[in-house]
């Protein structure tokens, strides 16, 4: 069974995005995250279509808060007892 040649490339594209994407999760973190707020900023402004702002909060980086992220040591374990 041949298939199409666009969806042999659409397969290849996916499967090339997905390896860039686990790259850069895994290498440059705070670069990803500075791309994706880039990315989201100007379409979560008031004004834009509903669907749109919900694409740009699916984008968007989870919020870093003091509620739970913490700067990313190691030491996320549970508290010692004194």
């Known amino acids: 069974m041949d298939l199409p040649l666009w969806l042999q490339y659409l397969v290849v594209g996916l499967v090339v995005a997905a390896a860039l994407w686990i790259f850069l999760k895994k290498q440059l973190p705070g670069t ?5 707020l880039a990315l989201a900023a100007p379409l979560v402004r008031e004004g834009r279509p509903p669907w749109v702002r919900g694409l740009a909060r699916r984008i968007a980086p989870p919020a870093a808060g003091s509620a739970g992220a913490c700067g990313g040591c190691d030491n996320c374990g549970p508290e010692p007892k004194r």
């Open 32 to 36: 990803l995250r500075r791309a994706r």
